[in-house]
Nanobody, 117 residues
Framework: QVQLVESGGGLVQAGGSLRLSCAAS????????MGWYRQAPGKQRELVAT???????NYADSVKGRFTISIDNAKNTVYLQMNSLIPEDTAVYFC???????????WGQGTQFTVSS
């Protein structure tokens, strides 16, 4: 059973930067893709960014040019570097890992961060 543990949340001022980390309990080589999703109060969970095992990335329009997703295979960790933060980025951020092929994805417990104006 794979476990995903997010870290790096907190409070940051608008315009600031923050990096989230998601550490997997085992090797991430078996995953076809990993990603970050977020859920703001009263809203549905939405995709933020994904990265495939081949290194292809995909971003929500709202974060393009501000967020960068990356993987450190040696550390079994996926990162989300977030710059130029705005209050609308405030949410609980969840890490996701998928093996594809119709299998159920894995989710972390989420990490909260708030962007103050």
């Amino acid at each position: 059973q794979v476990q995903l543990v997010e870290s790096g949340g907190g409070l940051v001022q608008a315009g600031g930067s923050l990096r989230l980390s998601c550490a997997a309990s085992g090797s991430i080589f078996s995953f076809k893709s990993m990603g970050w999703y977020r859920q703001a109060p009263g809203k549905q969970r939405e995709l933020v960014a994904t990265i495939t095992s081949g290194g292809s990335t995909n971003y929500a329009d709202s974060v393009k040019g501000r967020f960068t997703i990356s993987i450190d295979n040696a550390k079994n960790t996926v990162y989300l570097q977030m710059n130029s933060l705005i209050p609308e980025d405030t949410a609980v951020y969840f890490c996701n890992a998928s093996r594809g092929g119709g299998s159920s994805p894995y989710w972390g417990q989420g990490t909260q961060f708030t962007v103050s104006s």
